[in-house]
T-cell receptor
Framework: DVKVTQSSRYLVKRTGEKVFLECVQDMDHENMFWYRQDPGLGLRLIYF???????EKGDIPEGYSVSREKKERFSLILESASTNQTSMYLC???????????FGSGTRLTVV | QQPVQSPQAVILREGEDAVINCSSS?????VHWYRQKHGEAPVFLMILLKGGEQKGHDKISASFNEKKQQSSLYLTASQLSYSGTYFC???????????FGQGTELSVKP
Protein backbone atom coordinates (compact mmCIF):
# COMPACT_ATOMS: atom_id res chain seq x y z
CA ASP A 1 0.00 0.00 0.00
CA VAL A 2 1.41 3.36 -1.02
CA LYS A 3 2.22 5.68 1.79
CA VAL A 4 3.12 9.16 2.81
CA THR A 5 4.49 9.15 6.33
CA GLN A 6 4.74 12.20 8.55
CA SER A 7 7.12 11.75 11.44
CA SER A 8 4.94 13.12 14.25
CA ARG A 9 1.19 13.08 14.75
CA TYR A 10 1.22 15.65 17.55
CA LEU A 11 3.89 18.19 18.40
CA VAL A 12 4.08 20.93 21.04
CA LYS A 13 6.79 23.55 20.68
CA ARG A 14 7.66 26.83 22.35
CA THR A 15 7.59 30.21 20.65
CA GLY A 16 10.92 30.94 18.98
CA GLU A 17 11.96 27.31 18.59
CA LYS A 18 13.13 25.97 15.25
CA VAL A 19 10.75 23.18 14.21
CA PHE A 20 11.29 20.42 11.66
CA LEU A 21 8.36 18.51 10.16
CA GLU A 22 9.41 15.48 8.18
CA CYS A 23 7.57 13.77 5.33
CA VAL A 24 8.62 10.60 3.52
CA GLN A 25 6.89 8.91 0.56
CA ASP A 26 7.56 5.46 -0.83
CA MET A 27 5.91 5.88 -4.24
CA ASP A 28 8.84 7.38 -6.17
CA HIS A 29 6.75 10.50 -6.79
CA GLU A 30 8.39 13.56 -8.29
CA ASN A 31 6.01 16.07 -6.72
CA MET A 32 5.68 16.85 -3.03
CA PHE A 33 3.65 19.50 -1.24
CA TRP A 34 3.15 21.03 2.20
CA TYR A 35 -0.24 22.42 3.21
CA ARG A 36 -1.62 23.77 6.43
CA GLN A 37 -5.24 23.19 7.36
CA ASP A 38 -7.24 25.57 9.53
CA PRO A 39 -10.99 25.53 10.26
CA GLY A 40 -12.99 27.43 7.67
CA LEU A 41 -9.92 28.09 5.50
CA GLY A 42 -9.44 24.70 3.89
CA LEU A 43 -5.95 23.62 2.86
CA ARG A 44 -3.47 26.37 2.03
CA LEU A 45 -0.27 25.67 0.12
CA ILE A 46 2.96 26.57 1.88
CA TYR A 47 5.70 25.16 -0.37
CA PHE A 48 6.05 22.53 -3.06
CA UNK A 49 8.75 20.71 -4.96
CA UNK A 50 8.81 19.06 -8.38
CA UNK A 51 12.29 17.55 -8.05
CA UNK A 52 15.18 16.97 -5.71
CA UNK A 53 16.76 20.23 -4.51
CA UNK A 54 13.97 22.17 -6.18
CA UNK A 55 11.42 24.21 -4.22
CA GLU A 56 8.79 26.79 -4.96
CA LYS A 57 6.75 29.06 -2.73
CA GLY A 58 3.07 28.46 -2.37
CA ASP A 59 0.46 30.92 -1.20
CA ILE A 60 1.61 31.33 2.42
CA PRO A 61 5.39 30.73 2.61
CA GLU A 62 6.21 33.44 5.16
CA GLY A 63 7.87 32.02 8.26
CA TYR A 64 8.57 28.66 6.60
CA SER A 65 11.30 27.05 4.55
CA VAL A 66 11.72 23.58 3.04
CA SER A 67 14.39 21.09 2.15
CA ARG A 68 14.38 18.30 -0.41
CA GLU A 69 17.77 16.58 -0.46
CA LYS A 70 16.35 13.20 -1.50
CA LYS A 71 13.44 12.36 -3.77
CA GLU A 72 11.47 10.59 -1.07
CA ARG A 73 11.86 13.18 1.69
CA PHE A 74 10.43 16.69 1.94
CA SER A 75 10.97 18.63 5.14
CA LEU A 76 9.13 21.72 6.34
CA ILE A 77 11.04 24.05 8.64
CA LEU A 78 9.61 26.70 10.90
CA GLU A 79 12.58 28.98 11.44
CA SER A 80 11.21 30.59 14.61
CA ALA A 81 7.87 29.15 15.64
CA SER A 82 5.08 31.57 16.50
CA THR A 83 1.65 30.99 17.99
CA ASN A 84 -0.06 31.80 14.68
CA GLN A 85 1.66 28.75 13.21
CA THR A 86 -0.41 26.48 15.43
CA SER A 87 -2.19 24.34 12.86
CA MET A 88 -2.58 20.94 11.21
CA TYR A 89 0.19 20.39 8.65
CA LEU A 90 -0.41 18.00 5.77
CA CYS A 91 2.19 16.62 3.40
CA UNK A 92 1.19 15.19 0.03
CA UNK A 93 2.87 13.63 -2.96
CA UNK A 94 1.81 12.94 -6.54
CA UNK A 95 3.12 11.51 -9.78
CA UNK A 96 1.39 14.22 -11.79
CA UNK A 97 -0.87 11.66 -13.42
CA UNK A 98 -4.48 10.70 -12.89
CA UNK A 99 -4.14 9.28 -9.40
CA UNK A 100 -4.33 12.58 -7.55
CA UNK A 101 -2.47 13.40 -4.38
CA UNK A 102 -1.70 10.98 -1.58
CA PHE A 103 -1.74 12.75 1.77
CA GLY A 104 0.01 11.89 5.00
CA SER A 105 -1.96 11.64 8.23
CA GLY A 106 -0.91 15.13 9.28
CA THR A 107 1.01 16.71 12.13
CA ARG A 108 -0.96 18.78 14.58
CA LEU A 109 1.47 21.43 15.78
CA THR A 110 0.77 23.54 18.82
CA VAL A 111 3.07 26.50 19.52
CA VAL A 112 2.85 27.80 23.08
CA GLN B 1 -7.02 32.69 -5.19
CA GLN B 2 -8.94 29.88 -3.54
CA PRO B 3 -11.87 28.32 -5.40
CA VAL B 4 -15.23 28.83 -3.73
CA GLN B 5 -17.26 25.83 -2.65
CA SER B 6 -20.99 25.75 -2.01
CA PRO B 7 -22.78 24.88 0.10
CA GLN B 8 -20.55 25.17 3.17
CA ALA B 9 -22.47 22.41 4.91
CA VAL B 10 -25.27 19.98 4.10
CA ILE B 11 -27.20 17.40 6.09
CA LEU B 12 -28.77 14.44 4.33
CA ARG B 13 -30.77 11.36 5.19
CA GLU B 14 -29.46 8.04 3.91
CA GLY B 15 -30.48 7.53 0.31
CA GLU B 16 -30.79 11.23 -0.51
CA ASP B 17 -28.73 12.99 -3.18
CA ALA B 18 -26.41 15.98 -2.89
CA VAL B 19 -24.47 18.28 -5.18
CA ILE B 20 -21.35 20.17 -4.14
CA ASN B 21 -20.13 23.00 -6.33
CA CYS B 22 -16.66 24.43 -6.87
CA SER B 23 -16.07 27.69 -8.71
CA SER B 24 -12.78 29.31 -9.68
CA SER B 25 -11.88 32.77 -10.94
CA UNK B 26 -8.93 31.33 -12.90
CA UNK B 27 -8.71 29.19 -16.02
CA UNK B 28 -8.47 25.56 -15.01
CA UNK B 29 -6.58 22.58 -16.36
CA UNK B 30 -7.81 20.14 -13.76
CA VAL B 31 -10.16 19.73 -10.84
CA HIS B 32 -9.62 17.19 -8.07
CA TRP B 33 -12.10 16.10 -5.42
CA TYR B 34 -11.13 14.74 -2.00
CA ARG B 35 -13.03 13.55 1.07
CA GLN B 36 -11.67 13.93 4.58
CA LYS B 37 -13.16 12.13 7.55
CA HIS B 38 -12.65 13.59 10.98
CA GLY B 39 -9.10 13.05 12.22
CA GLU B 40 -7.96 11.44 8.98
CA ALA B 41 -6.05 12.47 5.88
CA PRO B 42 -7.93 13.67 2.78
CA VAL B 43 -8.54 10.83 0.34
CA PHE B 44 -8.56 11.26 -3.43
CA LEU B 45 -11.97 10.70 -5.06
CA MET B 46 -11.82 11.99 -8.58
CA ILE B 47 -9.87 14.00 -11.13
CA LEU B 48 -11.34 15.83 -14.11
CA LEU B 49 -9.12 17.27 -16.81
CA LYS B 50 -9.65 19.93 -19.42
CA GLY B 51 -10.71 18.13 -22.55
CA GLY B 52 -12.91 15.61 -20.80
CA GLU B 53 -10.59 12.97 -19.39
CA GLN B 54 -11.47 11.86 -15.88
CA LYS B 55 -10.81 9.12 -13.39
CA GLY B 56 -12.48 8.43 -10.14
CA HIS B 57 -14.63 6.62 -7.65
CA ASP B 58 -17.20 4.26 -9.14
CA LYS B 59 -20.08 5.52 -6.98
CA ILE B 60 -19.40 9.23 -7.28
CA SER B 61 -19.65 11.36 -10.40
CA ALA B 62 -18.62 14.87 -11.24
CA SER B 63 -18.76 17.41 -14.03
CA PHE B 64 -16.29 20.02 -15.22
CA ASN B 65 -17.43 23.11 -17.11
CA GLU B 66 -14.23 24.57 -18.54
CA LYS B 67 -15.83 27.74 -19.87
CA LYS B 68 -17.45 28.59 -16.55
CA GLN B 69 -14.44 27.34 -14.56
CA GLN B 70 -16.75 25.29 -12.39
CA SER B 71 -17.04 21.71 -11.23
CA SER B 72 -19.81 19.88 -9.42
CA LEU B 73 -19.61 16.66 -7.41
CA TYR B 74 -22.73 14.47 -7.43
CA LEU B 75 -23.39 12.14 -4.51
CA THR B 76 -26.35 9.89 -5.23
CA ALA B 77 -28.16 7.51 -2.88
CA SER B 78 -25.93 8.71 -0.05
CA GLN B 79 -24.64 6.27 2.55
CA LEU B 80 -23.52 6.90 6.11
CA SER B 81 -19.93 6.40 4.94
CA TYR B 82 -20.21 9.47 2.71
CA SER B 83 -20.07 11.76 5.76
CA GLY B 84 -17.02 13.99 5.90
CA THR B 85 -15.60 17.20 4.51
CA TYR B 86 -15.28 17.44 0.74
CA PHE B 87 -12.60 19.58 -0.86
CA CYS B 88 -12.12 20.58 -4.45
CA UNK B 89 -8.62 21.35 -5.63
CA UNK B 90 -8.00 23.30 -8.80
CA UNK B 91 -4.87 23.24 -10.91
CA UNK B 92 -3.46 25.19 -13.81
CA UNK B 93 -1.28 22.46 -15.27
CA UNK B 94 -1.14 18.67 -15.22
CA UNK B 95 0.71 17.49 -12.18
CA UNK B 96 1.01 20.99 -10.90
CA UNK B 97 0.11 22.46 -7.56
CA UNK B 98 -3.49 22.41 -6.39
CA UNK B 99 -5.30 25.25 -4.71
CA PHE B 100 -8.06 23.92 -2.47
CA GLY B 101 -11.43 25.34 -1.60
CA GLN B 102 -12.54 25.88 1.97
CA GLY B 103 -14.44 22.60 2.13
CA THR B 104 -18.05 21.41 2.33
CA GLU B 105 -19.10 19.46 5.41
CA LEU B 106 -21.49 16.65 4.56
CA SER B 107 -23.40 14.74 7.25
CA VAL B 108 -25.49 11.71 6.36
CA LYS B 109 -27.98 10.66 9.03
CA PRO B 110 -29.77 7.30 9.33
Amino acid sequence: DVKVTQSSRYLVKRTGEKVFLECVQDMDHENMFWYRQDPGLGLRLIYFSYDVKMKEKGDIPEGYSVSREKKERFSLILESASTNQTSMYLCASSSGGLDGYTFGSGTRLTVV
Amino acid sequence: QQPVQSPQAVILREGEDAVINCSSSKALYSVHWYRQKHGEAPVFLMILLKGGEQKGHDKISASFNEKKQQSSLYLTASQLSYSGTYFCGTGGAQGGKLIFGQGTELSVKP
